[in-house]
Nanobody
Framework: QVQLVESGGGLVQAGGSLRLSCAASRRTFSAYTMAWFRQAPGKEREFVAGIHWVSGTTNHADSVKGRFTISRDNAKNTVYLQMNSLKPEDTAVYYC?????????????????WGQGTQVTVSS
């Protein structure tokens, strides 16, 4: 039933910014945890940031802490990932994900729903 659609990816120069959006096909996500993952060519999918839907409590991977910020808009059923000071190593397909429960976790196999992904490319 849950459908997630990412948008906002594109090509940006190093040091630039992008904001990714994830629109969900539900009226409320009160029982869910939402997260962003990314996967670079030849690498495994990795956790980027997560958010508890109701409280807004967040968790960010060390590799993006201080540069990326996850947030949500309850009225729009949308999760955002603001990406600043982008680096070439941030280049990847970024995926929006959701899971039942209100615990922030980082394991890929614990998330139940996934979007199709949006490409982010950072040039040097």
């Amino acid at each position: 039933q849950v459908q997630l659609v990412e948008s906002g990816g594109g090509l940006v120069q190093a040091g630039g910014s992008l904001r990714l959006s994830c629109a969900a096909s539900r009226r409320t996500f009160s029982a869910y945890t939402m997260a962003w993952f990314r996967q670079a060519p030849g690498k495994e999918r990795e956790f980027v940031a997560g958010i508890h839907w109701v409280s807004g409590t967040t968790n960010h991977a060390d590799s993006v802490k201080g540069r990326f910020t996850i947030s949500r808009d309850n009225a729009k059923n949308t999760v955002y990932l603001q990406m600043n000071s982008l680096k070439p190593e941030d280049t990847a397909v970024y995926y929006c994900a959701a899971k039942l429960g209100t615990v922030l976790i980082t394991e890929v196999n614990q998330y139940d729903y996934w979007g199709q992904g949006t490409q982010v490319t950072v040039s040097s």
